[in-house]
């Protein structure tokens, strides 16, 4: 089937590329030039296992083209995913400009019929309004349907080939059919499709993060409780995940939720709700405590160093999780501007969102960047870790006491083993341990 696909940042683009992987003939739709020569060379601009190999394979294969040409991209198809931004507002509401950019442009250029598919995460009956702003522009046929992506950076490309579940929301028979087309690759390998109304399928979207995000703060409001009383949580968070109606994903405790999703659907969920004039106190609560772990954590940097000003401090994770090179919404943001502003001299290092996080903070004065965890050690005054990579799970500890000035290291992601860190006589504080 042809497809075209608007927006190419990590939804957009792997969405394209998986479309083109399982058969589909994809046009994808950029907004600028940026990177454009990059795509069309098989070189993706963003990190994510195991995308690069399959844009080059599909473009070998002629079945994924990518342009800038708005006109061009809605007449290759009649049925168009929107996969661009819908960011927070100031207010916290999902922010819908590009959404409704996109669908007053394929108004203005569309010569037939078109089945427009909300893939942006957007608010309960955003749909309606896309239909609003459309039927003002044309009078050709049309329909709005909503199929929310649940990727998860990092894993991507396989979360895309490998859903839990396919969710569509759809208004009439029609769209229901194009659906089992483009998803029949997925359902023929019995991956579950889901179909539902319209806005079911918006609040599918919304309902399933702020639950993983009310996961999150509930394990680390308890894991506060562990460490008042001497308890650990990663026993606790264990016994309590071994229940299969509880689970054990999302029940790690640490520097909480970050990234371009959670905090910003959780923020949204909370405005749908003022909106409805329904009670939003469970979600303003997860927020509250989600923030105060980043809060927390400086404070008890602050204390056991006693006076930061001019003590070398090195950091390691700046992306908001590992296997990302994304910062948005990233603990170590907060962290590593608060540690900044108090005089400390910070060493950073991530494995791959040094370039995205230097252009937030860049290199100056008391802020370097490092290309090798070790190096960034050396001098240091405390280690400070913030996102859970795999290559800082067992670490050689010896090298890093010969390497440090004094043995301090703060934990945000409990990944160090409590026990190995008091043999080794390093100062080691975690969170609800
Ligand atoms: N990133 C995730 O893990 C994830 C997962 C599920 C759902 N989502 C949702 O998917 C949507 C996109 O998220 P993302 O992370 O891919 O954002 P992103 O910022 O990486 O990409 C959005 C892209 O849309 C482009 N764009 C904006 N207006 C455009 C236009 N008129 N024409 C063509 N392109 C345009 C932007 O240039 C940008 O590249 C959001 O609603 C997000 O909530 C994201």
């Keep these: 089937m042809k497809i075209t696909v608007i927006g190419a940042g990590y939804v957009g683009l792997v969405t394209a590329v998986c479309l083109a992987e399982v058969g589909h003939e994809v046009l994808c739709a950029k907004k600028t030039t940026r990177n454009l020569d990059k795509l069309r060379n098989g070189i993706s601009p963003i990190y994510e296992l195991g995308l690069t190999e399959m844009l080059q394979s599909n473009l070998k294969r002629g079945r994924i083209e990518f342009t800038t040409d708005m006109e061009k991209a ?12 819908t960011p927070s507002n100031q207010k916290g509401e999902a922010d819908l400009d590009q959404v409704f950019e996109v669908s007053r442009s394929v108004a203005e250029h569309m010569d037939r019929y078109k089945l427009l598919i909300e893939k942006s995460t957007v608010p309960v009956n955003t749909h309606q309004k896309i239909e609003k702003i459309m ?30 579940r396919i969710v569509v929301g759809v208004a009439s028979e029609r769209a229901r059919k194009i659906f089992q087309e483009i998803y029949e690759p997925f359902t023929s390998e019995g991956y579950p499709l889901l179909f539902s109304d319209v806005a079911s399928a918006e609040i599918i979207k919304y309902a399933s993060n702020a639950f993983l995000a009310i996961k999150i703060s509930y394990i680390n409001m308890i894991a506060d409780l562990c460490e008042k009383t001497g308890a650990n949580i990663d026993y606790v968070s264990r016994g309590v995940g071994l229940d299969h109606r509880i689970g054990d994903k999302f029940l790690d405790a640490g520097l909480g939720y970050g990234g371009s999703c ?16 329904l009670d939003n106190g469970l979600l303003v609560e997860t927020r509250k405590i989600n923030q105060q772990r980043r809060e927390k954590f400086y404070e ?23 296997n990302t090179d994304d910062i948005r919404a990233a603990p170590a943001v907060d962290i590593v501007q608060k540690l900044k502003e108090s005089g400390a001299k910070l060493k950073l290092y991530d494995p791959q969102a040094k370039e995205n996080f230097s252009r937030k903070i ?19 005054d405390a280690l400070v870790i913030i996102t859970d990579w795999k290559e800082f799970e067992e670490p050689d500890m010896d090298k890093i006491k010969e390497l440090m000035n004094s043995p301090n290291i703060f934990d945000g992601r409990n990944i160090l083993d409590k026990e190995l860190m008091a043999q080794k006589e390093f100062n080691y504080y975690s969170m609800g341990r």
């Design 262 to 277: 959670l905090p910003k659907d959780v923020n949204a969920l909370i405005e749908t709700y003022q909106e409805y004039q």
């Design 300 to 322: 008890d940097i602050m204390e056991a160093l006693e006076k930061v000003d001019g003590k070398t401090i090195t950091i390691w994770g700046l992306a908001f999780k590992p």
């Design 74 to 85: 809605v007449e290759f198809s009649d049925v168009i995913f929107i996969c661009v931004g």
């Design 362 to 380: 860049p290199e100056e004065g008391n802020i370097t960047y490092y290309q090798d965890k070790y190096e960034a050690l050396e001098d240091s």
């Design 135 to 164: 039927s003002s522009i044309t009078d050709i046929e049309f329909e709005v349907a909503s199929n929310p992506e649940f990727l998860s950076e990092g894993n991507s490309v396989h979360n895309f080939m490998h859903p839990h």
